[in-house]
């Protein structure tokens, strides 16, 4: 992580200076990500385009927080690539429309703070893999197509293309120690614009991948039938394009959180993202989602609030117009190095200094994250078996801690206090505590420090009480907390049991006797 972010405090006065240089940065490394991940899903290039400003500018004005960045990003436009081709272009934007109404009922529903469930190992190992992408993507610049088929570049233009992005790092580098009243990320963009131009230097440019010159968003409703089949078509499409793109927004809402030491409002975002999704779909756009490299590279331009954003949308509009003549002349090797960068800013670094103090499945989660997300380039996936896998984890060890400390009374009475949750990894544990036997014949356990916490826990006081009353004991329950003793009463169909008032304790097998 690049440590002088964390210093940003987006209470501050809005710096309008570095707000529109800000925006003018990410909206240059914006252009060819975009174009490139449309052409890949074999898009038309301004679908890609349309996509970055309207997302750009739908979530900077509606977003969850400031400095957050969207546009039309690689992890949705990969889900799309198969409906791309079995039904067309048409059906990708039904489903992207389709995809920012279930974005928009998660919002609704305040479900986004479900994000908050994402075990910090998990965030190591997604934004650790997200760098590695990043990194690698741009490795294919260093690519020509000869004959129409795909080469590296070898000797001069090789050799030009290297030095050009070697520039770039530099000036991104050494700049910051110099002046930081302009981002160093467009001051290189230009400084190696200048270069090539003066010197005439001959080099990969924008105007390679594709051309950037449009009109306005054409406002377009899909031309496909409405009818239940075309919805049983579009719809596991439109499902994982909304959870893969409310993740990355959602994980990426967390990273700044982090970086500024502040927080946003993730249902918001879920609904700002829905917004943009929709109009995507009828405004010629291949939608998106938060894009984690441009967030990083407005952050560390000094952007502050959503004027950055804004500014940002409407710089790719306006090159969409009229600025295509000069933006397809720069040279693909600036972009290359300040991507390059943002890759190194974005890697936590961190995780290798702390690598040996945490726990091994917490080093296990991170890397198999990192892992899934390099080699499938499926956030959502990644983040999912992460999860789950610290889920599982979690349960095991909170299984192994329920113990119980057993004493007899004076009047002869047993005494099991529990403490550790009795849930379905711990029934077992629970269950192995009690002498049925040997046990007096009036047993209580004091819940005092545990609590029943599923089906599996009610289950296993069932199976106990049984054991107990088949010996001709007589078993209570003490000190169960108020949502306890709801859990039990409600599950009165499945468990013979009543939960009488007392001072004392409850018992649990009245009926039994």
Known sequence: ?????????????????????????????????????????????????YAAFIMGLVTA???????????????????????????????????????GVLQILVGMFKLGKFIRLVPQPVMYGFVNGLAIIIFMSQIGQFKTVV???????TGEPLYIMA????????????????????????????????????????????????????????FHVPQLPFTLETLQIIFPYALIMAGVGLTESLLTLNLVDEITGTRGNGNRECVAQGSANVLNGFFFGMGGCAMIAQ???????GARARLAGIISAFTILAIILVGAPVIERVPM????????????????????????????????????VASITVWLHNLALAVLIGVIISALVFAWESAKRIRARKYVDEKGVKHYEL???????????????????????????????????????????????????????????????????????????????????????????????
């Open 163 to 218: 030095g050009l992005v070697a520039l770039t790092i530099g000036i991104i580098i050494v700049l910051p120690r110099i002046t930081k009243a302009v981002p160093p990320s467009l001051v290189a963009i230009i400084v190696v614009f200048a270069v090539v131009m003066g010197f005439g230097i001959e080099t990969k440019m924008v105007r390679d991948i594709a051309a950037v010159s449009g009109g306005l968003p054409p």
């Open 61 to 99: 004005v509606l977003g969850g927080r400031p400095g957050m960045i969207s546009g039309g990003a690689g992890a949705t436009a990969v889900v799309l690539i198969a409906l791309m081709q079995s039904h067309g272009l048409e059906y990708v934007f039904a489903a992207v429309a389709l995809a």
């Open 333 to 368: 090797a600036a972009l290359v190095g300040v991507m390059v960068m943002v890759s190194i800013g974005t890697f936590e670094w961190i995780s290798f200094r702390i690598i040996n103090k945490m726990p091994r499945h917490d080093v296990f989660v991170g890397i198999l």
């Open 419 to 513: 403490y550790g949750p009795l849930f379905f990894g711990s029934v077992t544990a629970f269950t192995e505590k009690f002498d049925v036997q040997n046990d007096p014949e009036v047993v209580i356990i004091d819940f005092r420090e545990s609590r029943v916490a599923d089906m599996s826990g009610i289950d296993a006081l069932h199976k106990l009480t049984e054991r107990y009353h088949k010996a001709g004991k007589k078993l209570h329950l003490r000190h169960l907390s108020p949502d306890c003793r709801l859990l039990l009463q409600n599950a009165d169909a499945v468990i013979d049991v009543n939960i009488l008032e007392d001072p004392q304790y409850a018992v649990v097998t009245d009926k039994l006797a």
């Open 147 to 153: 004959n129409g088929e795909t080469t590296w570049l």
């Open 295 to 301: 967030t990083l590279v407005n952050l560390s331009a």
């Open 1 to 49: 992580m690049i440590p002088s972010l964390r210093l940003f405090d987006f209470s501050q006065k809005v710096d309008y200076k570095k707000e529109i240089l800000a925006g003018l940065t990410v909206a240059m490394t914006m252009i060819p990500e975009s174009l490139s991940f449309a052409i890949l899903a074999g898009f038309p290039p301004l679908v890609g385009l």
